[in-house]
């Protein structure tokens, strides 16, 4: 799902500003590694309000945002050359970082579903206020997969992918009802919740407060929780103390030139 919190990335050529200037990014940066993986030259300048490691999708968005620019760059930002070659973002963002599903919705808005080679918006009518609860921790997402087992229950899995198959039912039919039950995870909330006690604490007290559904965001620590356009400011006002909250929209459009 991508959300309304938007980054913006840029070459730096002659008519950089200060501002942009001070906001360079080095080679390793994941922005810079993306950009010259498709044959970008020079330096990136980044201005991202995406927090790093609170598990809401930074390094997919950079991924993505750094690609597009090595695009935006080849083809001199003539705006159609650059929608012909977007779909190459895809399989450069998947292969740095390892999922496809962050990558996809930055590179596309909306709901995606993705299995990492094909990407697609799930349509809804829903236009929910999603708040975004943030710790003051953060979480290494690589150390968060090596805490996950090998192998699951026959009987967690079959779970998971029914409740799958019910979320993407329940976005299309804008069945309210459905979403919380659909949200529900037997494979690496609880795992993951282990180490982030606050993040459980703050998923209950959303539900608690009469979300539609929440969930650990990425591998955490931050919880996401869909309210009723209007409703968003009342449920964070109910969240834990000890982190901080923001409440922003679905993005609906994706990965842009602008300039």
Known sequence: MALSI??????IDDATDADELAKGVD????????????GGLGTLWVRSPIPMGRGLGYSGAMAVGGAAAGIAQAVRGDAGAFAARIGEVLAV?????????????????????????????VETSLRPDVVVWIPPSTTSTNASRTA?????????AT????????LVAALAAGDV?????????????????????SSRVALASGIAAGAWCGWLSGSGPTIALLTAAGDGTRVASALPADGRTNVVGIEWSGVSLTG
Do not use: Y
């Open 6 to 11: 938007t980054a913006e990335i840029g070459v």
């Open 27 to 38: 080679v390793h940066h994941p922005a810079s590694v993306a950009f010259r993986r498709m």
């Open 93 to 121: 963002a998947t292969a740095l970082e390892r999922h496809a599903d962050n990558a996809a919705a930055s590179l596309l808005g909306g709901i995606v579903v993705t299995d990492g080679e094909q990407a697609i918006n």
């Open 148 to 156: 996950l087992p090998q192998s699951v229950p026959f009987q967690d």
């Open 159 to 166: 779970f998971n992918v029914g409740r799958t198959a019910l």
């Open 177 to 197: 009802a459905a979403l919380e039950a659909a949200t529900q995870d037997r494979l690496h909330q609880e795992i993951r919740f282990t180490q982030a006690e």
